[in-house]
């Protein structure tokens, strides 16, 4: 896809002023040359171009706000000046896999004040004896070389720390998710524990007033036996007065 029609794609029905990163990787460039970009994109802060053929950046358009610029693996081998002239702000150059042979050619980028990190991996410049001294050297503004400081510590990785912070809040999301949990499994134990108290106590009453119906049961069996029991006797009692009364009256009778 050629750079101008890529560049397009890109806005998605943004204007380029609305435009602050702009990726057109392995697309292809007239003659070397930066077709479609123009100054309008003046909000511009990220910029990559890997792999486009690009020759030159003679025509590179003015890109004031520009911090950092992706450059690898293209023909690029000198004329730099115009990075200093156009992107004055930058902070992070990738020049890897060009063809920068001479430390000379690098003698442009003194003027890009705010430069800490420069990248020429794959560059045949890299094959120079004291070639990392001799860059610190000559660029002193520059902090990271390839990667690296002067004492040979790594560049720090923002997109790496946003990450670790990213996981750092999910883990405790996560525990934080678990403790709500247990607290939940805890509160279901107590819940548990006394509807456990609760069904025992019911359970327990329950037997007690079976008992309580027994006993009443058994009372009132003994009433109806006793009362029973007292009938009977009242009827034999009636039964014996009156035979009592009809011996009486046989007697009677008799002395008549």
């Known amino acids: 896809m050629e750079m101008k029609k890529r560049i397009s794609l890109e806005l ?14 392995n697309c292809r460039s007239s003659d070397g040359e930066i077709e479609g970009l123009t100054d309008e994109f003046k909000e511009l802060e990220f910029l990559s171009m890997v792999n486009v053929g690009l020759t030159s950046l003679a025509k590179l358009p003015s890109l004031p706000k520009l911090r950092k610029l992706e450059l690898s693996d293209n023909n690029i081998s000198g004329a730099l000046e115009a990075l200093a002239e156009k992107c004055p702000n930058l902070t992070y150059l ?6 920068i042979k001479e430390l000379s050619t690098l003698e442009a980028l003194q003027n890009l004040k705010n430069l800490k990190s420069l990248d020429l991996f794959n560059c045949e410049i890299t094959t120079l004896e004291d070639y990392r001294e001799s860059i610190f050297e000559l660029l002193p ?9 002067a004492e040979d510590n790594e560049a720090p990785d923002s997109e790496a ?15 934080g998710h678990y403790e709500d949990e247990d607290d939940d499994e805890e509160e279901e134990d107590e819940e548990g524990s006394e509807g456990g108290e609760v069904g ?8 007690i007033q079976d008992d309580e119906d027994d006993d009443d049961y058994v009372e009132e069996e003994e009433e109806e036996e006793g009362e029973e029991a007292a009938a009977g006797v009242k009827g ?9 009364e009809g011996e009486d009256d046989d007697d009677d009778e008799d002395d008549d």
Do not use: C, H, I
């Not at 990738?94 to 063809?99: A, T, V």
């Not at 034999?236 to 009592?244: I, V």
């Open 12 to 25: 998605r029905n943004k204007t380029p002023s609305e435009v602050a990163e702009l990726v057109v990787d």
């Open 94 to 99: 990738n020049l890897s896999g060009n063809k």
């Open 141 to 149: 503004q520059v902090t990271y070389l390839d990667g690296f400081d």
């Open 161 to 175: 720390d946003d990450d670790d912070d990213d996981d750092d809040e999910e883990g405790a999301g996560q525990l």
């Open 200 to 207: 025992l106590s019911y359970l327990m009453k329950e037997d």
């Open 236 to 244: 034999e009692k009636r039964k014996r007065d009156a035979e009592d």
